[in-house]
């Protein structure tokens, strides 16, 4: 019974750690450049999932320009598509977001998704950067209510973002995505 428990609390410690991921590099559709999340030298990072065509995405449009704004100089915020659809081409993400001064970067091959695990699109993930290793410290939902925005009560990423600026450690926090499954090539 005492090895069943002291097993149990060592895999729920290790459940509770942060998701060490590995660096990968992707075409941003900005200026056609290759990037790689550990090139871009920033020690907080937000990565959204991101489509033009899910609706959700454009429920969140205007309040991701917020958070880019609030937190520029402290947080680097990266944008990916990885939806394989024809409409959700180089070009067509170019214009997207062009108004939005961040990387936006292609993921064809889905190796951005795999790597983070993201099957939503918006889903977003938090990562902190200590020695050459990321570390996904929350994942999930930019707050509690895709729709609409006035109605917004917990805002889940900006709450971690704070935490992380502040230098609180937190266990790494998840909450479920809402949007459009991103269809696995």
């Known amino acids: 019974m005492k090895t069943v428990l002291a097993l149990s ?9 942060a998701q060490e991921i ?12 290759t990037v790689s999340l550990l ?13 033009h065509e899910c609706p959700f995405d454009n429920y969140y449009k205007e309040r991701l320009k917020e ?18 659809e024809p409409q959700e081409n180089i070009d067509q993400m170019a214009i997207h ?19 983070l695990g993201a099957r939503k699109s918006t889903e977003v993930f938090l990562i902190s950067t200590s020695s050459g290793k990321m570390n996904v410290v929350y994942s999930g939902a ?10 917004v009560k917990q805002t889940f990423l900006k709450d971690a973002i704070e935490k992380v600026l502040a230098g609180q450690k937190i266990d790494v926090n ?3 995505a809402s949007g459009c499954t991103i269809r696995r090539k």
């Open 9 to 17: 609390l060592f895999l729920l410690a290790n459940v509770l750690t």
């Open 142 to 151: 930019i707050d509690d209510n895709p729709q609409v925005a006035k109605d």
């Open 174 to 176: 998840t909450q479920r």
């Open 97 to 115: 977001y062009k108004d939005v001064n961040v990387p936006y970067l292609a993921d064809k091959d889905q190796v951005a998704m795999e790597a």
């Open 67 to 84: 958070l880019v704004t609030q937190y520029t100089g402290k947080v680097q915020f990266v944008l990916i598509n990885s939806n394989q």
């Open 39 to 51: 090139g871009l030298r920033a020690p907080v990072m937000v990565v959204v999932f991101t489509s």
């Open 22 to 33: 590995k660096d990968f590099s992707l075409i941003n559709t900005k200026d056609g450049k």
